[in-house]
């Protein structure tokens, strides 16, 4: 492991790995297991987790868009991907590219069976999302009939899962409603599957269903933010292993002297004397504006320096006072300590924002390969 010279994202494959194996040991050994890998794999290098995922033994991969599940063919991953918000326009390259859609709507349906004929598709696979109380994709318990006149009267399609998705399973305090969404898909299922002509297979959990509610696993999970190495909670944290570990470099440190203001809008002065360092990163790199001020923290050998002032598009600084550091020395902005979350909950936000948030001008260092 490398000292950074430069603002970097270190992605380590041994803690994705130790991070499924973890998740895994929860599931049923026959359990299948879907990486959610969107977002350019929550921030990180979605080609280089698609890959060690695939390497591990993930049954399945999931993309937001089809544009994202195309990169990760032309890079050579073969293992399924499910397409979760397929949009019309894309269903062309969704074909060629042998990815498979989410279909939530009849509109959706008949968008993709329209394109499906045209091309002389045969049982092309496709996965049903169906809406338990997330509201946000998916068609009613009501559609169930109609749906499947369409899907029992073409030969195009093939529906390979059906699904649905959580909406508070990481607060305990929504234990009945989560457990009313786990009954509402069982309902819709066990109508639907019967009147189908294929058997499908089911999922429902997300990282914080597998750890919370691992008796509703069906037949495959999804898990994101687990395979990152956050569970949603402290005590499973501890179990997990943060995959990315952003870290930068003191470009500059100055003394301070008392009454003096440090970066745009004078937004910090300094009622005593004190001694900053500044990096380069800032908010064209992901850490917004909401960080500053004192809502974070980096660690510089080994010590908690405070953001002072206002963040700038390409620089922070932080206040080391007491810290034995010099120009040059390594910066973690998050990764072990300060982790993700722990840095973006000083901001009221969470890590999934702070790790998708990254620039992807922020140089990818993968290690552990």
Known sequence: MAKADE??????????EHNYRFLKSRLNHDTKFLGVVKAFAYGSDSVAIAKKLEAIGADYLAVAYVSEGMALREAGIKTRILVLHPLPVSFENLVAYNLEPNIYSPKILANFLEVAKTKGLKQYPVHLKFNTGLNRLGFGGNQINDLCDVLNNQNEVEVVSVFSHLAASEDLNEREFTENQIATFRSITNTLVPKLKQEPML?????SGIINYADAQFDMVRSG????????EAIIDQQLKPVATLKTVISQIHTIKEGQSIGYNRAYKADEPVITATLPIGHADGIGRQYGNGKAYVTINGKKAPIVGNVCMDMIMVNVTGIDC?????????????TAEQFASGAKTISYEVLTGISQRVTRVVIGN
């Open 7 to 16: 603002t970097i994202l270190e992605i380590d494959l041994l803690a994705l």
């Open 203 to 207: 999922h429902l959990l997300n990282t």
């Open 225 to 232: 933010i687990g395979l990152y190495g956050f569970g949603n």
């Open 326 to 338: 010099e120009e040059g020395d390594e910066v973690v902005v998050f990764g072990a300590s300060p």
